[in-house]
């Protein structure tokens, strides 16, 4: 096995409404002997008050060009390996690149590295597609189910002690039903007039939950989006951590990513059905048959499918950026 050469370039990405920290006095260095190991140190400035940000690590591929993201690093803690990747303080960061795991035998003689600090991790899973969240809105994790939206609502509700709590804490015992929905019932025309979608047919920025929890350039996807997912990619019914849901993955040049959907379930008036075998994501795009629906992605064990569904019904969200040409 060769062993390679760690160039590092250094990047920073940052939500709009956000100034970006920067990274500085990046140093990598492999392990000696060779392991597949690579110990890499940098200072991160910048971060003020609340806002939260995660260590992104990506190689550039010297035969192709390709940036591959790298999956295992983690940050040294007093030590320990953390798979908790937030950057929520300014100082010295230690990380640790597993690069045999990631990359199978290292042949290469150079290779750069891409340190990147980033809001929320993303994954292209066909050419010229949008970027996908690698998380729901309100999760910390893949596999964590997050918050559940109607379609249009933009504050989200957790399940907690058999209740839904908003995200905002605004109410302590919300229903998910056709009167607390305002979208219910409205035909796409009325919808545009009052300003919850644009004229394209899509939930306006100020109604679109993905935007409002995120903030940039972060949407829900379209359900021409979610039809391109269908198409573009395959999936297996799995489990991640325990928890069950659909590994979404890419084909030909793109086989090598995938993100994770939690099969979350459904919330409907007080109650939540269907965790752990039935998933159902909101699209922005309302639905072309009648006043009461919008398109959504439904899957379990047995299918992956679209789906026009209630709009009062609480349902998870994850978000993209980006569009496809």
């Known amino acids: 096995m060769k062993s390679i050469k760690l160039t590092l370039l250094l990047m920073s990405l940052a939500a709009n409404v956000i100034a970006s920290p920067t990274v500085t006095d990046v140093v990598a260095k492999q392990r000696y002997p060779w392991n597949g190991l690579v110990d890499i140190t940098c200072k991160v400035t910048g971060i003020s008050g609340t806002d939260q940000w995660k260590f992104s ?51 290469y003689d150079n290779m750069v590295m891409r340190v990147t600090v980033i809001d929320h991790e993303t994954v292209q899973l066909w050419e010229n ?26 504050v989200g509700y957790k399940r907690e002690n058999n209740k839904w709590v908003a995200s905002d804490g605004s109410s302590s015992n919300f229903s998910f039903a056709p009167g607390n929905t305002p979208t219910y019932n ?7 007039s009052e300003g919850w979608i644009t004229a394209d047919g899509v939930l306006s920025p100020e109604h679109d939950a993905a935007h409002i929890h995120w903030g940039g350039n972060w949407r829900m996807p379209t359900d021409a989006e979610f039809s391109a997912l269908e198409n573009n990619c395959t999936t297996t019914w799995t489990t991640r951590n325990g928890v069950y849901g659909r590994l979404v993955t890419g084909k030909g040049a793109y086989a090598d990513r995938s993100i994770f959907l939690p099969a979350a379930g459904r919330g409907y008036d007080s109650g939540l059905g269907g965790p752990g075998s039935n998933g159902i994501y909101w699209s922005s795009s309302p639905g072309s048959g009648n006043s009461y629906d919008a398109w959504s992605l439904n899957f379990f064990s047995g299918d992956f499918y679209r789906y026009d569904d209630d709009r009062y019904n609480g349902q998870s ?6 569009f496809a040409e």
Do not use: C, H
Request: charged share 20%; no cysteine; aromatic share 14%.
């Open 317 to 322: 969200v994850r978000p993209v950026r980006g």
């Open 129 to 154: 597609g949008p970027y996908w969240a690698t998380t729901n809105i309100g999760a910390e994790n893949p596999e964590d189910y997050g918050y559940y939206f109607w379609w249009g609502d933009t």
């Open 57 to 107: 690590v990506s190689a550039v591929m010297p035969d192709s060009g390709e940036a591959r993201q790298v999956s295992q690093f983690w940050v040294v803690k007093n030590g320990v390996n953390s798979t908790d990747k937030k950057v929520q303080a300014n100082g010295t960061y230690k990380l640790l690149w597993d690069a045999k795991a990631d990359l199978g035998q290292v042949i």
């Open 186 to 192: 409205k035909s796409n025309s009325t919808l545009q």
